[in-house]
């Protein structure tokens, strides 16, 4: 085959790779909401083989978007996550961990991205505006904090990912994202590849909420479990759940709608877990329809979601103690995986630069027309 037609074959093909890109911000240990809203999620992904290339990214720019007065706090947060990411079973042989400072040209790339979006685009952007009330950062929001989403495009397209699995809280930035991509190929031509989200199927694992039942966990409520919470942490943080303040005797009738103990259930319990814990149940239907009836008592099913947790977050536990006993390795992972993260981007950055023609010294029609012109 000649080489138009092999060029031609190779770009189709590059077109239907898949690849995946992802990340977090470094501000705490991460906690069960992210696990089974997105990290359980990449897991699977990863192993499902596929997947071309997988990046996880460690959004310590991001962060220092609105925490300037806290390097630190986003310093110390980078091994937290990278160890977080360890012990869920990310692997750093199948995926590229990487740091987002180490990676230069995705600000360079939200530079040239932030004249395609205009102040009140951003402005309308939901979680943007939810994230500036809950800092009160209404008269005083930092350049950096609301040009995020942008550079967020910037995270993604850097690497032509076009798949993205994240929270619920992500849609908006999605959709940011595809608009960016859209103007930014109509106006230099087919460069960018538009991504699209992907949300755990569960309904209880796009949001779980706090332990105290408030739809957000933050670090400042004391309402999150995290991954590496130590067994009796857990217990404690299950037996204080918010459930149904009406259900006050055993016998009395009780509600699921709200009560956090079942949308923790609906999140993690499997009916394997039943015939260990619960035998007397086949599975999560069955003990639902009798908490509705009455004769349940909140106890009997905090006891349950407890094994499960226990369960589910031992190993996690075990595996990050493991990881952390070697920091020097881990800086390696992320240092490894950071080089490759600045290689593919640096390519898209220059595909991006060609595009707009800001490519002077490569392009060799623009030095021979104005030798041209300036000949004359
Ligand atoms: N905003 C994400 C968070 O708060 C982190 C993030 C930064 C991200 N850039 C991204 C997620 C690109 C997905 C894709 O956790």
Redesign the pocket.
Known sequence: ISIQVMKIYAKEISKMSKII?????PTGRLHVGHYVGSLKERVKLQNSGEYDEIYI?I?DA?ALTDNAEHPEKVRQNIMNVALDYLACGIDPEKCHIFIQSMVPELTELTFYYMNLVTVSRVQRNPTVKSEIQMRNFEASIPVGFFTYPIS?AA??TAFKANV?P?GED?LP?LEQTKEIVRKFNSVYGDTLVEPEILLPENQACLRLPGTDGKAKMSKSLGNCIYLSEEPDEIQKKVFSMFTDPTHIKVSDPGKLEGNTVFTYLDAFSRPEHFERYLPDYANLDELKAHYQRGGLGDVKVKKFLNNVLQEELEPIRSRRAEFAKDIPEIYNILKKGSDAAREVAAQTLSEVKSAMKINYFEDMDLIKAQSEKYAK
Do not use: E, F, Y
């Open positions: 890109l992802t990340g977090d911000r990214m959004a991001q967020q995270d993604i993205v994240v992500q930035m």
